[in-house]
């Protein structure tokens, strides 16, 4: 199993906050004690490993389709007005993120970012619809080939605290790169244009770079 980049010095902070633990706990001759602190604070360690795994997968490029950002569940398929860059109707797909999803985020089209922005905001459980405005999000903007603009935003959750993004305004990107990483439980929305030919379903598991959304 890899690691994600994103995760080398939250693990390394974690290993080490478990190793003193256990360490100073150790010196006690409290063997009860010793074995509950092992056996409660060990499966943290693990489970924040297991949070920046980074999955080795095969991506076949679908140039005319848009690939699910991320791994989780279709949570919103609806027609909604899209206000920071169209300002216009659109057609949302959302994709929830739990804790025990990898959270790698993929580009879900291949093309040229044309539009990048970080914002600041709060922290709502991101299935809730607000979290796409009111949360801090990260919005890009990516033209295909053709002329089509789709709009991918990476939303932070009531436990993210983060939202890591990498491609830069003009970059040529393909659905075999990273779109970045949310730490701790997020959401990716998809705006696509009206009359999308959706091919997900609400509550659907959905795999990222994997999984067809779409056909443009």
């Known amino acids: 199993m890899r690691v994600h980049k994103e995760g080398f010095l939250v693990i390394a902070a974690a290993f080490l906050g478990w190793l003193i633990l256990n360490i100073v706990v150790g010196l006690t001759d409290e063997l009860y004690f010793r074995c509950f602190t092992f056996l409660a604070t060990t499966p943290v360690l693990i ?26 569940q279709i949570v919103a398929i609806e027609e909604t007005l899209e206000l920071e860059y169209f300002n216009d109707r659109r057609l949302q797909v959302s994709v929830f993120m739990s804790v025990y999803n990898v959270h790698v985020n993929w ?16 922290f709502m459980a991101a299935y809730l619809p607000k979290s796409s405005t009111d949360n801090e999000r990260a919005t890009t903007v990516i033209e295909m080939a053709d002329g089509t603009e789709i709009l991918v935003r990476q939303i932070a959750g009531a436990v993210a605290k983060r939202i890591i993004s990498y491609p830069k305004v ?15 439980g ?31």
């Open 170 to 184: 003009n970059a040529k990107v393909t659905q075999q790169n990273e779109l970045g990483f949310i730490r701790f």
């Open 47 to 72: 489970l924040v490993i297991r949070f920046f795994r980074h999955p080795r997968r095969t991506i076949e490029l679908k140039p005319n389709s848009a690939l699910a950002p991320a791994d989780g």
């Open 107 to 122: 580009i879900p089209v291949p093309g040229v970012v044309k539009y990048f922005k970080h914002h600041n905001g709060r």
């Open 186 to 216: 997020s959401r990716v929305d998809l705006f696509l244009p009206i009359g999308t030919k959706v091919l997900v379903e609400l509550g659907q598991l959905v795999t990222g770079s994997q999984t067809v959304i779409a056909d443009l």
